[in-house]
């Protein structure tokens, strides 16, 4: 954590009151908790309560209204709503089992363990699947009030709850059942929780907005990137029918080419496999982002056919992908001595001479372009494949170099402020989600003291 947000959350924690007296836990974790509050293990306080899944050729069995839940479905604070339903006769004849409304469910195999431990409320009589488990308080603890807990203190449980080895992120059910809890009175922590879902509701509105902000500039930016590589930068300058349907008018002294007419070269990437050694590093589809190529840190090959081997302002376009990215371009802005090559499923484009392979790649990633080639691409289960010939058939503007290089200098800039916009609200984000973090490790250990500030 940078000191300035460290500062920052320490001055919106400092208009909480502390507790009169303190006490050590005896838990490193823990710290000091108020003196009058207790400290019980976890398995002392709650049932715990596995799933599994009811076998899946059985299609009877996933025919039901009972929410069957798994982690995907636990990106919510409160699960009502789940995407696979089963039985009773499902439960029955499985090893899940029903859990009651107001169970805290937490997931505890699942590879997103790696930073955060997924927590969320029951908000219905439910089942669960193999990699959750289900926290049923007894009277001595509030469901609400032990959801901000994990929620709250998931860094430091992450370190005592991890199982070590395992080949699959899990928790170590004994040591989640071993926790010391600390436990205010039941009203008191229902006082918390209350507290919790009203300032956290609030920092969560906050980031809602700001998240707002961030679309809202990222489709400005797609505004000015397509209108400048379509129509040019003077708004005054005489138009003409383009005869292209996306395209609509364009200036009268544009024309209207294929795209392949403005490349010199099309070429497939390599396919051999990936070692962590080689000096040639390989870009995959993951290294294009916002119309550039981002170099990858490990993934390289011994050796590679010199032609492969890419020169600065070569093009890329993924086409294999997600229906949603496939088209994607991105520009190499390193040189030939970097050494660095493509995958198979990335395409090379090389722009000839007096075409600017900058205002290329904005026309390219523009809206009209991507959404043209997106309905070229073959449609497979999760994937979708865009044909190299079928894509450089594409009919494109084509202003004269001096002025693609005008609009490639305008949009550089006016991207270049935008992304600089979208990064200060991104810090903004991250330090509200920083301060809620602490507001609730805050309220949930006795840091401060909440109990006036809600009716």
Known sequence: MSEGMSTGKSRALRRFKPYPAYRHSGVEWLGEIPARWGLKRLKRIVEFRGGGTPLKENLEYWRGDIPWVSPKDMKVSLVVETEDKITAQAIRESATRLVPAGAV???????????????????????????????????????????????????????????????????????????????????????????????????????????????????????????????????????????????????????????????????????????????????????????????????????VDDELILDRHDLLFNRTNSCELVGKVGIFRGSRSDKVSFASYLVRMTACEGNSPIYLNFLLNSSGVLGLARSM?????????????????????????????????????????????????????ARLKELRTSLISAAVTGKIDVREEVP
Not at 394 to 423: H, K, N, S, W
């Open 105 to 303: 469910l937490i997931v505890v195999r699942s590879g997103i363990l790696v930073h955060s431990i997924p927590v969320a409320l029951a908000g219905r009589e439910v089942t669960l699947n193999q990699d959750l488990k289900a926290l049923i308080p007894t009277s001595e603890i509030a469901s609400e009030y032990l959801t901000y807990l994990i929620s709250g203190m998931q860094r430091e449980l992450l370190v005592e709850w991890k199982k070590e080895g395992a080949t699959v992120e899990s928790l170590e059910l004994n040591l989640v059942a071993d926790t010391p809890t600390p436990l205010p009175t039941v009203s008191e922590q229902r006082a918390i929780a209350a507290f919790l879902e009203r300032e956290t509701a609030r920092i969560d509105a906050l980031v809602a907005k700001k998240e707002r902000l961030i679309e809202l500039l990222q489709e400005q930016r797609t505004a000015f990137i397509t209108r400048a590589v379509t129509k040019g930068l003077d708004p005054n300058v005489p138009m003409k029918d383009s005869g292209v349907e996306w395209l609509g008018e364009i200036p009268t002294g544009w024309e209207v080419v294929p795209l392949k007419l403005l490349l010199t070269r099309c070429d497939y990437g390599i396919s051999e496999s990936l070692v962590g050694t080689g000096e040639v590093r390989v870009l995959t589809m993951a290294h294009i982002q916002d119309g550039e190529v981002i170099l990858p840190a490990s993934g390289s090959v011994t050796e």
């Open 377 to 429: 691409a073959m449609l497979s289960v999760n994937q979708a494949n865009l044909n190299p010939t079928r894509y450089t058939q594409i009919q494109v503007p084509r202003p004269i170099r001096g002025e693609q290089e005008a609009i490639a200098d305008f949009l550089e800039r006016e991207t270049a402020r935008i992304y600089a916009l979208v990064a200060k609200v991104r810090d903004a984000i």
